[in-house]
Every structure is written in structure tokens, then in C-alpha cells.
């Protein structure tokens, strides 16, 4: 068996060692690392930074893959030489191994310009998950952070500076950001957007020196400006690591020299990666990386054959809000270019295309990427596009929708963040019944990093996947346009606590009546109302505490749990209504007593008269309790459903919910409070209670389903408390709880709550608690408004009004 030995584990080396798996190769495999993690997504480290991702989210190949292929990892072990005539690489610590074949995958570091104070403390690179851990360490909301370098890493670290909350100012040394990918127009365009998203950008800025007793406090400037800062990120490029190369004898200009095959100067040593010089360039980008591990596989297989072809340069800017996409030429001053350009400034849209003989060479998309698949296909299928020249700045759909698809080969990378071919996706369908965009990432990790090409993943598993089913994708509106979950995730991980923070920060930091009041519910679950609130980001119905009428005037119903009620609050109901002239009273469906035609400025006086708390029959909250009479009072009753109703209520009484949250307790089967159509119920039996869950008697009809059989009253309450808050926790903003039970099926709702260990029920009922805690009855405003118009009646600029939906945000 051969002794191949592979010195490094990053994306290149490790890429080119599963392909050689893929061949059935008769190697013993030993792989070193510097680092002491298990392979990772190096592109995706702004993600984590920004926490978008956790560290483990981007790792590529577990301890368990090692494992599995047998597979020696040396991992925080560094080659310190290679003797080629013994075939041996040194470590650091003097421990020799020895190789038949050798692959040199050391990548790059991070360029450190000759700057004086660089060695100050919290002066920091961008380039490992250890440099991004140390980010996250020192990152705190107001820190003032300075990132020297306005390429394409810089601004990524920037961004997940700022999300963190520290006052971030990008340096940069040219005239424009991105100088590499982008003309001097389209860096003006990202640089106002990255402006719009709170980032100052000083260009161009050379920087003199970093400054500091030992620790930075600032930065100085060849025109003798300084700003303070406590942190400095350097991402001023990168360099390739060819120096044990180049110490071994190796032939090495500014990488370690390679061929076609990427075999180097010693027929036993081969390189791939960052590390690698090929005709003369050498690579930052990943994409081309896979291409040169594929080359290099079957190189070192004994197939050698296929040859590497540097590809034209392409790059997307992995920032949330921000799209960007350049590829190919960006000079239209070369010889023989034409241009065809379009730009408009109110929307922050510009297009540049570059064209040598009809043919497509290049292209600069700043905030409108939607024709970048197009572009790419025309770009490198050299399609004539004489043609179509009237259609090249918005190119018109095709009228077959597989024919994207259908040109590409089946060598064509479709993931190139993970180095994913529309051949190995075509296999992996076939030969796995991929039906999904989901189970496709989980098979070939495409579209699994920034996600760039799930739409073209999606477009390849419609047009090969006999039972293809596409996943419904519900994102929250435009203003913020990420999914529930997404979102959920971010105002996580990020911790933002207030609505305009999130917008700020992923939205188009004015929002709307749609994506207000969802995120307004949304950090008052996740922070269990220990947050920033935004009384503009709620209905009117929730910023007054009562339903507003078609004619202005509001709904008062006060609580009455479990429906019972008693003489002397009677009373006071009675009272109240003839003191302000109410024009209705009425008993509504779930057992309470409503006041309708209050006016707005009698709504404190009114509920102070009235000395009992909310009913919240205006909110996306808890609305009521309906029950029977049980055990009390009723022949038939075997559970006391009214005292196990009341404490329900007043367990769950002021707390939000996606949607209004309807419950009914009833003391036997004969169902008189109508549990079976309730959010939540509680079915009485002998010796027994059943939960139900889901139900609805509105619009649509539909019975709860049974979630749990429970012998006692407590179990039951138990069971209703952790059903109430999974919903709140996982319910999208507006969805029912049927069609949320729907959505998700009985079976995992089951799964993830009554059937959930011990530790994750104790805690959703911790997150329970404390929201609970935190809450309060929302008519003791009444005595101190939050606003001094909180309660003053706006009179209609037209009589009468015709409507005034519930929905409507004034």
C-alpha cells in the first residue's frame, strides 16, 4: 500500500483527498494540519462572524470522516521540512513520516503590510476560525473597530463587526472598494450601500501607522488624520504559504510552481490550492481550487489526463442586502472591448457588460444579480451575441425552462463555494431518490455555503427528478427578505433587540405594516419580552389594548377565566356601561362580557372603573378559556374542568402567540365548551384527560388532534404549557395553530414536546417562565401611558368611515 501524505487540511487538500477516495485508490492516508479543527468552510467564516452560522455549521468533514476512511489526521501538528531525496516531511517537534507521493495544500496567510504598531495588541487578521473566535471575543456593541483593506474579505469583516454592534470604519488605500472586481462606478454604488448599512468608508486613505502603548488607540494617516479606535482588522490580502516549499528546493516564484497535471519540480511531490502558482497566477477564490483538486486526484491516481485550465474570475459578495457579482474583464479600456452598461441610482442598480467580438468577456452586477446565470452561460459558452444585443441588459426568460439546464455539460460546476458539478448532482439524484433541495444539500453539500446557486440547483431537480417537490419557501416581505427561520436564527445568534435594529441591520431599514408587527412578536418570544419594544411596530389594536370599530370607537372586553365571573364584577360591567354612555353590551361566544362603542380616550377611565384585567380580545395572544361546568355542578361531569380551565388561563393570560390562541376545558366527552375546535383543549374522561391541539371553528372547520393521553391535571396542564410555547417559539407570525400543526404534522409536534427528553421540555418551560414573568396586564397603561397620545381620540378627516380593518397600522 502507497504512503500518501497530505500537508494540510484545508478546502483544496481535503477536496482532492475525497476524489481519490471516489477512486478506490490503494493508499494509507496521513493528513497534517496547523490548525487544530476538523476541515472547515474557510469562505463562510464572515457568517459565523456575523453569526449568521456557528463554527460547527461550516464544518466540512467531521472527526467521524476521518474515521470512516481511515484516514491519519495530524491535526495541530506543522511540517516544518520536507527531505526529498528520503521522501520524509519533519514536524515541528523533530517526528518524521514518510511518503510515496507528497501533496502540498498549505494555502495562504494574511498579507501584513509594512505599517508601523501592527504588532499591537488587538491588532487582528482575518483568515481561520481562530482569528474569527478572537473577533468574537473583543466584538461588543459600541466598540469602535477600524478594517484596513476594502476588498472583498475587508468588507465581510466589516460587516460582521458591525452586526455585533461595534461602530465599524472601513480604510482603503484606492480610490475604490473592490478595485479588483469592480470599475470605479460600481465601487461608488457598494460603497453608498455598505454606507446605507452603518459602515463609514474613508477613500482613499493610506494608513501610517497604528498607534498605542503597547495596545491600539488609534490610527494615523499619511495626511495626518487619526481616529480612535480599540480595534484594527487588517485584510489587506493574502500571500501564498511557499516557503517550506521553497525550503525543500522546490521550484517557486510567488507560489510553489505547478503544471497542467499540478504536479511541481519533484515527480513524487504534486501541490493544490492557495498554495500553487500555475502559467504565471495564483488564486484567491475558491472555485478553481475544486477544479485543481479534481486534476490533481486523478493525477495522483494514475489517471492522469485532465488537465487544469485557470477559469475566468468570479466573485459574489457574501453580505446580507448586498448583491454583488463580477466575473471575467472588468477594463473597458482593453483592446477590442465594447461596453454595455446600465445604471440607476434611485434603486441602487448597475449593470456593465463587456464584449469582445459579439461575445460576452466580462461583467460587473451591483445590486440587480438576477441575470448572473444567464450572463455566466453566455460568458463561457462564448455565444454570439449579435443577435440579442437589444436584450443584453435584461435578457428575457427562455421559453423552455430546462433549456439552461440541457446547455450546460455535465463538467459545469453548479456549487462553486463547494466545488459541485451538475454530473455529480445528476448521479447523486439517481442513485439516492433526491427529491428535495434539502436532501440534495445533504448528499452533495451543494448550495450549502452561501447559496448563491440554490436556484439552480432547484432548476436541476426539476428538470432530472422524476417526483421533484418543491419546498415552500415563506419569507417574512421585501422590506426583510429572509424566511421565519432565518430570521429567527440571526435576531439570535446576533442578539438585535429591538425592530429597528433587525431592519437596520437585514431589512431596508424602514419596514411595513406586514414585517412590523411580526418582528415586534418575534423579539418579544425569543427575548421573553426582554426587549427593546417599538410601540410603532404594532397594530392599533395592540398599542391601545382594545379592538378598534368601524366607526373608531373600541371593543372592551375584560378577562373572565374559565367564563366565571361573579356579582359584584357584574356590577361594575353594568356600572361602567351607563357612566360612558356604552351602546352595547353583549355576551360573546367564549364566555365573556363585551362593551362595544368606547370611546379611545375613555379606554383608561374605563378600564379603572372597571377593576379587572385585560381579555386581550384585541391581540395575537391568549384570548380565553371555555368551560363547562364539570365536576362542580354536572351530572355527567368526570373532571373538573372549570377550576382546570381557570388555572390554565391564568397561566398563560398576557403572553403573545403568532395568532389569537383560543382554549376550551371541558369535564367530559360530551364536549359542551367545544374543546375538539380549540388551539388547545382538554377533553375530560374517566380517570383520565386528553389534549387536544389544533383545532378551528372559524372559516374553515377542522377537529384538534389528540397530542397526548395524560392520567392527571397536572400532566395535562404540562402538556397544554409545552404545546403553547413550541407554537409561540415556531409558529410563523399570523399562522394559525391548525395550520401551523398542519404544516409541521401531529407526529413531529408530538416528537418535539410531550415526547421530547426530560432536558428539552424543562427548557421550553424555563422560556415559558420567564416570558411569563416579564408580562403583565396590558390595561395598567391606563394609569401611566406610554405616550402622550396614547389615548387622545383622533377625529376621521372623513363621516362616516366605512371600515377600518382590524389590520390597519395608524
Not at 466575473?327 to 442598480?349: H, K, L, Q
Not at 407570525?733 to 408530538?750: A, C, H, P
Request: net charge negative; proline share 4%.
Amino acid at each position: 500500500m502507497k504512503r500518501l501524505v497530505v500537508v494540510g487540511n484545508g478546502m483544496a487538500g481535503v477536496a482532492c483527498v475525497e476524489h481519490i477516495l471516489k477512486q478506490n485508490p490503494d493508499f494509507e492516508i496521513t493528513i497534517f494540519g496547523d490548525e487544530t479543527h476538523a476541515n472547515y468552510n474557510r469562505i463562510l467564516l464572515s457568517m459565523v462572524l456575523a453569526g449568521e452560522k456557528s463554527a460547527d455549521e461550516i464544518i466540512l468533514n467531521d472527526a467521524e470522516w476521518y474515521r470512516s476512511n481511515n484516514i491519519r489526521a495530524r491535526l495541530g501538528e506543522r511540517i516544518s521540512d520536507i527531505e526529498l531525496e528520503n521522501r520524509v516531511v519533519v514536524t515541528e517537534q523533530g517526528r518524521t513520516t514518510p511518503y510515496d507521493k507528497l501533496i502540498l495544500a498549505t494555502g495562504s496567510s494574511a498579507f501584513i503590510p509594512p505599517i508601523p504598531g501592527v504588532d499591537k495588541e488587538n491588532v487582528h487578521v482575518f483568515r481561520t476560525l481562530d482569528d474569527t473566535h478572537s473577533l468574537l471575543a473583543k466584538a461588543r456593541p459600541g466598540l469602535k473597530a477600524v478594517v484596513i483593506g476594502g476588498g472583498l474579505l475587508g468588507l465581510e469583516a466589516a460587516r460582521g463587526l458591525q452586526v455585533r454592534g461595534c461602530d465599524v470604519t472601513v480604510v482603503h488605500l484606492n480610490d475604490s472598494l473592490m478595485e479588483r472586481q469592480l470599475d470605479a462606478t460600481g465601487g461608488e454604488y457598494l460603497k453608498r450601500r455598505i454606507e446605507d448599512l452603518g459602515i463609514r468608508v474613508l477613500l482613499p486613505k493610506k494608513t501610517a501607522a497604528i498607534c498605542g502603548n503597547g495596545r491600539v488607540n488609534a490610527v494615523r494617516f499619511s495626511d495626518e488624520d487619526q481616529l480612535d479606535v480599540e480595534l484594527v482588522v487588517i485584510a489587506a490580502g493574502i500571500k501564498p504559504n511557499a516557503g517550506l516549499a521553497s525550503k525543500a528546493g522546490l521550484e517557486v516564484n510567488r507560489g510553489i510552481v505547478v503544471n497542467d497535471f499540478m504536479e511541481t519540480s519533484d515527480p513524487a511531490v504534486f501541490a493544490v490550492g492557495e498554495c500553487t502558482e500555475h502559467r504565471g497566477q495564483t488564486f484567491g477564490l475558491v472555485a478553481p481550487l475544486y477544479d485543481q483538486a479534481r486534476v490533481l486526484a486523478a493525477t495522483v491516481t494514475g489517471n492522469r489526463g485532465p488537465v487544469f485550465s485557470a477559469p475566468a474570475p468570479a466573485t459574489k459578495l457574501k453580505i446580507m442586502g448586498i448583491d454583488l457579482f463580477s466575473a471575467g474583464e472588468i477594463d473597458e479600456n482593453a483592446p477590442g472591448i465594447e461596453t454595455v452598461r446600465y445604471e440607476d441610482p434611485a434603486i441602487g442598480a448597475y449593470k456593465k457588460l463587456l464584449l469582445r467580438d459579439n461575445k460576452l468577456c466580462g461583467m460587473i452586477l451591483v445590486g440587480d444579480v438576477e441575470d448572473e446565470q444567464t450572463y455566466l452561460d453566455w460568458m463561457r459558452s462564448g455565444t454570439d451575441l449579435a443577435p440579442l444585443r437589444r436584450q443584453l441588459l435584461f435578457p428575457p426568460p427562455p421559453g423552455d425552462t430546462g433549456l439552461e439546464i440541457a446547455d450546460m455539460p455535465d463538467s459545469e460546476t453548479i456549487c462553486g463555494c463547494n466545488g459541485v458539478r451538475k454530473g455529480e448532482i445528476i448521479h447523486a439524484i439517481h442513485e439516492h431518490g433526491i427529491t428535495t433541495l434539502k436532501q440534495l444539500k445533504q448528499r452533495t453539500k451543494a448550495s450549502t455555503s452561501c447559496g448563491s446557486c440554490s436556484g439552480l440547483c432547484e432548476k436541476l431537480l426539476r428538470a432530472v427528478a422524476p417526483d421533484f417537490t418543491e419546498e415552500t419557501k415563506t419569507t417574512l416581505c421585501s422590506c426583510v427578505p429572509f424566511s421565519y427561520e432565518r430570521l429567527r436564527d440571526i435576531v439570535r445568534g446576533q442578539k438585535l433587540k429591538s425592530v429597528e435594529e433587525v431592519l437596520a441591520v437585514y431589512g431596508n431599514r424602514k419596514g411595513c405594516e406586514v414585517c412590523k408587527p411580526a418582528l415586534s412578536y418575534m423579539l418579544d418570544m425569543l427575548w421573553c419580552g426582554d426587549h427593546d419594544e417599538d410601540r410603532s411596530a404594532r397594530f392599533i389594536n395592540d398599542r391601545v389594548h382594545a379592538n378598534i370599530q368601524k366607526d373608531g370607537t373600541f371593543s372592551v372586553v375584560p378577562r373572565m377565566r374559565g367564563g366565571v365571573t361573579t356579582p359584584d364584577e357584574l356590577r361594575r360591567i353594568a356600572d361602567v356601561a351607563d357612566r360612558y354612555s356604552v351602546p352595547m353590551v353583549k355576551v360573546t361566544g367564549s364566555q365573556r362580557i363585551d362593551l362595544l362603542g368606547v370611546k379611545k380616550s375613555d379606554l383608561p377611565a374605563v378600564w379603572r372603573d372597571l377593576g379587572m384585567p385585560s381579555g386581550q380580545a384585541y391581540a395575537k395572544g391568549v384570548r380565553m378559556v371555555k368551560t363547562c361546568v364539570g365536576t362542580e355542578f354536572c351530572r355527567f361531569g368526570v373532571q373538573d374542568s372549570t377550576n382546570t380551565g381557570i388555572e390554565l388561563e391564568r397561566r398563560l393570560e398576557n403572553l403573545f402567540t403568532p395568532h389569537k390562541f383560543k382554549m376550551g376545558v371541558v369535564g367530559c366527552p360530551r364536549n359542551c365548551a367545544e374543546a375538539t375546535v380549540k388551539d388547545l383543549g382538554f377533553i375530560g374522561q374517566d380517570g383520565s384527560w386528553q389534549v387536544v391541539v389544533g383545532g378551528a371553528a372559524g372559516k374553515s372547520v377542522r377537529k384538534a388532534d389528540l397530542l397526548v393521553t395524560v392520567e392527571t391535571t397536572a400532566e395535562a396542564l404540562e402538556a397544554g404549557e409545552l404545546f403553547f410555547q413550541y407554537y409561540r417559539e415556531n409558529g410563523n407570525y399570523l399562522e394559525r395553530s391548525y395550520d401551523f400543526v398542519e404544516r409541521l404534522g401531529i407526529e413531529k409536534v408530538r416528537k418535539e414536546t410531550v415526547y421530547a427528553s426530560d432536558e428539552e421540555k424543562q427548557q421550553l418551560l424555563e422560556r415559558l417562565r420567564r416570558s411569563k414573568e416579564l408580562s403583565r396586564d396590558a390595561w395598567s397603561e391606563g394609569a401611566q401611558p406610554a405616550t402622550a397620545t396614547q389615548f387622545v381620540q383622533i377625529q376621521p378627516i372623513e363621516q362616516p368611515v366605512n371600515r377600518i380593518r382590524e389590520e390597519q397600522f395608524v
